[in-house]
């Protein structure tokens, strides 16, 4: 087996909620919501400035979904947040008609996508791309580091319809820098030019790639990287 490439570098705490908030300052269409995950998602900075704005709906993620959908249907944005697994498995029939289906002005926060939780298997969300890609009406977002995250959140509340972003909470770090680096709904960009290989990458995996294009540049393969 290969040597693991170590990913290192610098780090933000909470870029969902402060984001949200912020956005929310400006925007009093804007509703949180969450499934018993305000600790777990990082929504608590939006719940605190907010708590009139804010729903706490219990371990229950297809009502988390439904009162998204009503919300919004009179005139609200609403921000969802609960992790991956529990959206796609338990709420998939609410996500596909009472918000993608009705293009209803939803924003669905999951975290804790792909292979990235403590909790054992059951809490796993490897195939929720798999799952919600065939889904008419629904854009999926998966960014890449604390920057894209704040700067997706802030995007998708001029995106109409329902969005599913793969959210990371907790010590996110940050690969972009946020001086530079501008989110681009519907576009792929390229992070890094070469002319021997070409690598594509989405979500958390993208500082990976990145570290593994810097050592491939070591080696004289210069890689390109989208």
Known sequence: MGEILEVEGPHEIGPLGRALAELAENRPE????????????????????????????????????????????????????????????????????????????????????GLMNPYGATHQATDDIAVLRMIPDLAIIDPCDATELAQVVKAIADVDGTVYVRSLRGKVPVVLDPEKYTFEFGRAQQLRAGSHVGVISTGFMTQRALVAAAAAAAANIESSRN
């Open 30 to 113: 804007i509703v949180g919501l969450t499934a018993d995950m305000g600790r777990f998602s990082d929504i608590h900075p939006f719940r605190d400035a907010y708590p009139d704005r804010f729903f706490q709906v219990g371990m229950a993620e297809a009502d988390l979904l439904l009162i998204a959908a009503g919300l919004a249907k009179t005139g609200k944005i609403a921000y969802c947040t609960s992790y991956s697994a529990f959206i796609t498995r338990r709420a998939l029939d609410f996500l596909i008609i009472a918000c993608a289906h009705s293009k209803a002005n939803v924003k669905i926060l999951a975290g804790m996508p």
